[in-house]
């Protein structure tokens, strides 16, 4: 059973340096929640090997520096969609 979940901890691991993920994609990638790929790629992996966490860690410190650039990215699509939607609404009725 530990050695299933050494094993996850660093399948996760290497997707994330490889694709460059965030941890709420790789959770999805290895269908886990997010709160459980986080503390194993902050907790876990740093005693699975240590190489290896440092460059996860790069990764998740970048992705929380730049995490206020991706949510306005997100609610600028999302009222994107809206007015577009709005508008074709409006042009049906007629």
Do not use: P, W
Not at 81 to 88: D, L, N, S
């Amino acid at each position: 059973m530990q050695s299933d979940v050494n094993i996850r901890c660093l399948k996760m691991a290497r997707h994330m340096v490889e694709t460059g993920s965030t941890v709420r994609e790789v959770a999805k990638y290895c269908g886990v929640s997010k709160s459980l790929a986080h503390r194993e790629l902050t907790v876990r992996l740093k005693y699975l090997d240590a190489s290896l966490f440092s460059r996860v860690r790069k990764q998740l410190l970048y992705h929380k520096a730049v995490r206020h650039l991706r949510g306005g990215e997100a609610t600028k699509r999302k009222f994107a969609a809206e007015k577009t939607a709005k508008v074709g609404n409006e042009s049906n009725k007629s």
